[in-house]
């Protein structure tokens, strides 16, 4: 008996300093580590998108080359997509799923922490090539777009072969922790935690771990067969072997259109938690949302090809890819009604989390909206090249996730260290990225419809006044986040008021019954709920 | 039993471990070794490469021997019996998915992306002749000769079916208490994955000094090189799978109740066995 007395106050007292975070088998810890990693790269990839945008202010080349600028706007899409959002998400879902259904961690630890550890490696290769070429070797990281499509990507530098490798430790990182996420939610809820109990971010996360397993292992195939392409001496993408590139395109939007619900589930999943909290009422139509998740994790993996439209496929497959595009917005469409039922005559406040949440609802609208323009197979044609499109997903991928994420991360930040942030900076943080935001993105709208064309790092003098105002617009939503980095660091370090353990009068859900902060280790005894 | 005891009803959570972190670190530098070495840097490639491949079998040997001590001192119970059949069966899953995708590129090739190349004005052909035909000829026309089915690809077939047989056969004697006739049986096993190994790998010379198959041969070589090569390296994990559940029936750690890493294994067995099968029939076959 006496050295099971041992074991378990080894497990209270977790290691101190760096070995604590390296060899952590503690959802918290991974957590933490996954959103800090997260947001690191978010300032990365912020930080790239500041300089696409100062290059883009005028017309000319002003800043940097056309080659330079090629590799940044390449690294900052796969910066953004793997290393900034998917593992905030990832750690959002760490730290909160085994507290949501009772669980005492993830059902796999130690194999936990090694999802969290890829993800660094996968960095570290997506940029080393930028410190090579100090060294004489290759000519840059990958320039052929976050979307690295054959034959371009066949012919492009060494940096196309980090990036390979970089895409398969990430396709490691994701399978397992999705693996990991299934497993905890199959096994480990708390006795009484039925299916039908379970909250809507956790079946937001099991329709996107699903998503995940289903997808992703086309895009790694994908990734072989471009470097056996690249080296090897395969046709797999090359005309000239009978291969096809349009291979590549087919299998990274298996992959690709699927991906943006993998990044949207989690954030709507945790945005119905918010609405509810601040409108003091229940979730509205949880059952309709539990299968329009599942309707939608179905439908995603059919309708690749709109990613397409303009590659010459034959017409009977554009109006079938056109018109199952269209079916995702029905589910899409009962969320929305979900999101808006739940919020109905509800006597509602508006802290900052749920500032955010009312956000999402309007910005992803816009996106949805002007995804439904693009889904036309012919007025595609029209805004295929053209910043339509980098409008319409930053208003998908900004409006929904990132917006969902900061909404997530207001809600949950007195959670995690039992400290209220500071409410005024929050609002100040909210009304910025909204204007910052709008006055970026909106512009493109218009510019597309003009028909400047994306990719290309300079453009006709026609279109100078609204890239002046996109440019600084894009300024302001930077600069805008340096409050929240500001708001979190101060709340960090103590400054706020203390938070209770219910931390908002509204919330509901098993994490709330426990102090804030949270203890190390949790529900070691099942609750019942 | 006193653990176990204590434990009653706690779900088995493992102390921190170096292992994940080291594992990272091994793909980092495999990874960066990889992409240094088709460049052309193979001294800096090599070094990078070999530590990383050492330490993989450093951290492979480290993290398996934790969880099989765990076992030994009886902290898994029931609860994290399921959590590993969940995992292996979401593993397998994902694996099953990723051999779906190269089979989906199979059928693309030749189904789709051949027959279009040579339905274009043959001025578009990629060379004089081209046909919409499979096999395909090589680039630029260059013959070469695909295997036949029914040689040593069917004796392979009829090898791995009875790997197959042999892994199950073992698994029930574990169940009934039998440890010597199970071990026997891994042993079988082993030998007849070794057995195909080594054909398949006569095979793959073959191709390249006699048939003239190889990677570049078109889009035929390069599917039938990625089918098979990624099955054979399956059957290779799946064998080092089987050699430590084979060390590990000899030192006698398997018992009618306690028996799940042999089962995992025998899983991932007829996992590689059944993509053998779809192998046989689409890429030798038809």
Not at chain 1, 93 to 117: H, K
Request: aromatic share 16%; proline share 6%.
């Amino acid at each position: 008996m006496s050295t099971v007395d041992i074991d378990a106050m080894e497990e209270q007292h977790h290691p101190r300093g760096i070995t604590r975070w390296l060899y952590t088998t503690n959802h918290k810890d991974i957590g933490i580590l996954y959103i800090a990693f997260g947001f690191l790269m978010f300032i990365v990839g912020g930080i790239l998108a500041m300089l696409i945008r100062a290059e883009l202010m005028e017309p000319g080349m002003k800043v940097m080359g056309p080659e330079l600028y090629n590799q940044i706007i390449s690294v900052h899409g796969l910066v953004m997509v793997f290393a900034a959002l998917m593992p905030v998400s990832a750690g959002m879902v760490n730290y909160l799923i085994p507290m949501m259904i009772g669980a005492p961690d993830m059902a796999l630890p130690r194999l936990n922490n090694f999802s969290f550890w890829l993800l660094p490696p996968a960095a570290i290769l997506l940029v080393l090539p930028w410190l090579l070429e100090f060294f004489g070797i290759g000519n840059g990281t990958l320039d052929t777009g976050w979307t690295m499509y054959a034959p371009l990507s066949v012919q492009s530098g060494p940096g196309m072969d980090f990036a390979i490798f970089a895409v398969l430790l990430l396709f490691l990182s994701s399978t397992l922790a999705s693996i990991n996420i299934l497993v905890t939610v199959l096994n480990l809820r708390a006795p009484g935690m039925t299916w039908d109990k379970i909250p809507i971010f956790v079946w937001s996360w099991v329709n996107t771990a699903v998503l995940l397993i289903v997808v992703f292992p086309a895009l790694a195939g994908a990734a072989i067969m471009l470097l056996l392409d690249r080296h090897f001496g395969t046709h797999f993408f090359s005309a000239a072997g009978g291969g096809d590139p349009l291979l590549w395109v087919h299998m990274f939007w298996f992959f690709g259109h699927p991906e943006v619900y993998i990044l949207l589930l989690p954030t709507a999943g945790i945005l119905v938690h918010i609405l509810s909290t601040f409108a003091r009422k229940p979730v509205y139509g949880y059952k309709a949302q539990v299968y329009s998740f599942a309707a939608i994790t179905m439908i995603s993996v059919i309708v690749w090809a709109h990613h397409m439209y303009t590659s010459g496929l034959p017409t009977a497959a554009n109006i079938y890819f056109m018109f199952s595009t269209m079916a995702i917005s029905i589910p899409v469409g009962i969320l929305f009604i979900c999101w808006f039922g739940t919020i109905w005559k509800g006597s509602m406040t508006f802290e900052t989390p749920m500032l955010f949440a009312l956000g999402y609802i309007v910005l992803f609208g816009i996106g949805g909206l002007t995804g439904l323009i693009l889904s036309d197979a012919a007025a595609d044609q029209q805004y295929h090249g053209a910043y339509f499109v980098i409008a319409h997903f930053h208003y998908t991928l900004i409006g929904g996730p990132v917006m969902g994420v900061l909404a997530a991360s207001y809600y949950y930040l007195p959670k995690l260290t039992g400290r209220m942030y500071d409410e005024t900076l929050g609002k100040w943080h909210f009304w910025l990225t909204m204007i910052g935001f709008n006055v970026t993105f909106f512009p493109q709208f218009l510019l597309g419809i003009d028909g400047m064309p994306r990719r290309i790092a300079d453009y006709a003098v026609k279109f100078a006044p609204l890239n002046m105002a996109s440019s600084i617009g894009a300024f302001v939503l930077g600069a805008a986040q340096l409050i929240f980095l500001y708001n979190v660091y101060r709340t960090l370090v103590g400054a706020g008021k203390p938070a209770t353990g219910r931390v908002w009068d509204g919330a509901q859900g098993l994490e709330f019954t426990l102090p804030s902060p949270p203890p190390y280790h949790t529900f070691e005894v099942p609750p019942t709920v | 039993m006193s653990i176990s005891q204590a434990h009653g009803g706690h779900y088995y959570l493992p102390k921190p471990s170096p292992y994940p972190a080291l594992m990272s670190t091994a793909l980092l530098l495999l990874g960066a070794g990889g992409a240094l070495a088709v460049n052309g840097y193979v001294l800096p490639a090599g070094w990078l490469a070999g530590a990383g491949g050492l330490l993989v079998v450093y951290v492979l040997s480290g993290w398996v021997g934790d969880v099989i001590r765990e076992n030994r001192r009886g902290v898994y119970g029931e609860k994290e019996g399921v959590s590993f059949r969940w995992g292996m069966g979401w593993f397998i899953a994902s694996e099953v998915i990723f051999f779906s995708s190269l089979f989906g590129v199979l059928f693309y090739e030749r189904n789709i992306a051949v027959p279009w190349l040579a339905s274009l004005n043959s001025h578009y052909s990629p060379w004089a002749g081209f046909k919409a035909v499979w096999p395909t000829s090589g680039p630029a026309g260059a013959a070469f000769t695909p295997e036949h089915a029914w040689g040593i690809p069917a004796l392979n077939t009829l090898i791995l079916l009875s790997s197959g047989v042999t892994v199950t056969w073992g698994l029930q004697q574990i169940t009934k208490g039998h440890r010597r006739a199970a071990t026997w049986a891994v042993g079988a096993t082993i030998l007849l994955g070794g057995v195909f190994l080594a054909l398949q790998c006569r095979e793959f010379y073959l191709a390249y000094t006699e048939l003239h198959l190889t990677l570049g041969s078109g889009v035929y070589g390069a599917t039938f090189f990625i089918l098979t090569g990624f099955h054979g390296l399956h059957v290779t994990i799946g064998m080092i799978m089987l050699s430590v559940i084979f060390g590990r029936c000899l030192k006698g750690h398997f018992g009618p109740d306690n028996h799940f890493g042999f089962e995992a294994v025998s899983w991932y067995w007829h996992f590689v066995d059944v993509v053998w099968l779809m192998l046989f029939i689409f890429v030798y076959w038809l």
